[in-house]
């Protein structure tokens, strides 16, 4: 833990060991006996592969958790026993992370994630040793992939729910936790829902998207920790309401560059392919801006037909403006982040660890 004040402290070093301590309380959880079911001889299997999807992530959501709460603790920064209540709320973050983009990928049919083989491809290929049929095989990886997230997720609403024994803290942390999960899954099927335009439904718009990707993704990954984080510092309602709203447009333009990465970024930097998103009809910024020039509009129905390249659209992008359309609107949303940051009394260290997060989100390349 942490043992100088904020204006002492390398912010890069209280990160640092603050990391570490969330690192242990995931190992802790996982390794627990509580939590295993012994009986079971496939649980375990299952168990050794969701920790592993845990492991290895940029800890964005545990790192805000810790920000906001530094924010607003004041003397108990310095305090061993409060500092390990934000740990095990930012460890329930990460953990409910891991748990939607398990569930994700059994929506998005994706069978890798950060390069490595994800848990319903990892039953897949089981089933195939087994002697399954390639479209049971799949039907066994989706159906554990489905148990192991929420299996996370209990684990993250766990964390969440015993992270402090103060009742007053700890009932509004955990309400902020399960409308965190429920925006998610809203959002989730939002996303679904609009992709369908590629059947004949009509385009959505820019806004429809931000909304959209403010429900699936922001209010989990930046508003939820930031909020949190503040009330079980003790902030006032006002003041963690006023972090979280910098946190959904700063979460909002996180997503808008992801999907411009997800079109025109380096796949070595990104890990991921530049086609998936045109090719599975993804509907984001780019498309919907795109989808108000002629030429952008034939070009997707025509690669929705199978009757052209993504190539040939990502072209037709290019030439609408859309990836500069997209990058301003990204732009506004941390301009407007930075705005309602500036009317939070936020320690110096604190507020200079979310200007160099809004300058990343803008000038990141994976």
């Given at each position: 833990?942490?043992?100088?004040?904020?204006?002492?402290?390398?912010?890069?070093?209280?990160?640092?060991?603050?990391r570490?301590?969330?690192?242990?309380?995931?190992?802790?959880?996982?390794?627990?006996?509580?939590?295993?079911?012994?009986?079971?001889?496939?649980?375990?299997?299952?168990?050794?592969?969701?920790?592993?999807?845990?492991?290895?992530?940029?800890?964005?959501?545990?790192?805000?958790?810790?920000?906001?709460?530094?924010?607003?603790?004041?003397?108990?920064?310095?305090?061993?026993?409060?500092?390990?209540?934000?740990?095990?709320?930012?460890?329930?973050?990460?953990?409910?992370?891991?748990?939607?983009?398990?569930?994700?990928?059994?929506?998005?049919?994706?069978?890798?994630?950060?390069?490595?083989?994800t848990?319903?491809?990892?039953?897949?290929?089981?089933?195939?040793?087994?002697?399954?049929?390639?479209?049971?095989?799949?039907h066994?990886?989706?159906?554990?992939?489905?148990?192991?997230?929420?299996?996370?997720?209990?684990?993250?609403?766990r964390?969440?729910?015993?992270?402090?024994?103060?009742?007053?803290?700890?009932?509004?942390?955990?309400?902020?936790?399960?409308?965190?999960?429920?925006?998610?899954?809203?959002?989730?099927?939002?996303?679904?829902?609009?992709?369908?335009?590629?059947?004949?439904?009509?385009?959505p718009?820019?806004?429809?998207?931000?909304?959209?990707?403010?429900?699936?993704?922001?209010?989990?990954?930046?508003?939820?920790?930031?909020?949190a984080?503040?009330?079980?510092?003790?902030?006032?309602?006002?003041?963690?309401?006023?972090?979280?709203?910098?946190?959904?447009?700063?979460?909002?333009?996180?997503?808008?560059?992801?999907?411009?990465?997800?079109?025109?970024?380096?796949p070595?930097?990104?890990?991921?392919?530049?086609?998936?998103?045109?090719?599975?009809?993804?509907?984001?910024?780019?498309?919907?801006?795109?989808?108000?020039?002629?030429a952008?509009?034939?070009?997707?129905?025509?690669?929705?037909?199978?009757?052209?390249?993504?190539?040939?659209?990502?072209?037709?992008?290019?030439?609408?403006?859309?990836?500069?359309?997209?990058?301003?609107?990204?732009t506004?949303?941390?301009?407007?982040?930075?705005?309602?940051?500036?009317?939070?009394?936020?320690?110096?260290?604190?507020?200079?660890?979310?200007?160099?997060?809004?300058?990343?989100?803008?000038n990141?390349?994976s």
């Amino acid at each position: 833990m942490t043992s100088e004040t904020d204006t002492a402290a390398d912010p890069t070093a209280v990160w640092d060991v603050f990391r570490a301590a969330v690192d242990r309380e995931l190992d802790e959880f996982f390794d627990s006996p509580r939590n295993r079911v012994p009986s079971s001889p496939g649980f375990p299997v299952m168990w050794d592969r969701i920790r592993h999807q845990v492991v290895g992530g940029k800890l964005i959501r545990p790192r805000l958790t810790h920000i906001a709460w530094r924010s607003f603790a004041g003397e108990s920064s310095t305090d061993s026993g409060r500092e390990a209540e934000c740990v095990r709320l930012a460890a329930s973050f990460e953990m409910l992370h891991a748990a939607l983009i398990v569930h994700d990928d059994v929506v998005d049919r994706d069978w890798r994630r950060r390069g490595r083989p994800t848990v319903g491809e990892l039953f897949r290929r089981d089933a195939v040793q087994a002697g399954a049929p390639e479209g049971e095989a799949e039907h066994a990886g989706e159906s554990a992939a489905i148990l192991a997230g929420d299996l996370l997720l209990a684990g993250a609403l766990r964390l969440a729910t015993t992270c402090t024994e103060d009742p007053g803290r700890g009932r509004a942390v955990a309400d902020v936790v399960f409308e965190a999960v429920t925006a998610s899954a809203a959002g989730e099927l939002d996303d679904l829902l609009l992709s369908l335009h590629r059947y004949g439904a009509e385009h959505p718009g820019v806004q429809d998207i931000l909304d959209m990707e403010r429900l699936k993704t922001a209010t989990y990954s930046f508003e939820a920790p930031l909020r949190a984080g503040a009330l079980l510092a003790g902030a006032p309602e006002e003041q963690a309401q006023r972090l979280a709203r910098a946190g959904a447009q700063l979460g909002v333009a996180y997503q808008v560059v992801d999907d411009v990465l997800g079109t025109f970024g380096a796949p070595e930097l990104t890990g991921k392919s530049v086609d998936a998103d045109l090719n599975s009809g993804k509907a984001t910024v780019l498309t919907a801006h795109g989808m108000q020039t002629p030429a952008v509009r034939e070009v997707l129905a025509e690669l929705a037909a199978g009757r052209t390249t993504v190539a040939s659209a990502r072209a037709a992008l290019t030439t609408s403006g859309a990836q500069e359309a997209a990058v301003a609107v990204a732009t506004d949303l941390v301009d407007r982040a930075r705005a309602t940051l500036d009317g939070l009394p936020l320690p110096a260290a604190q507020r200079a660890e979310l200007d160099a997060l809004c300058h990343h989100v803008l000038n990141r390349d994976s």
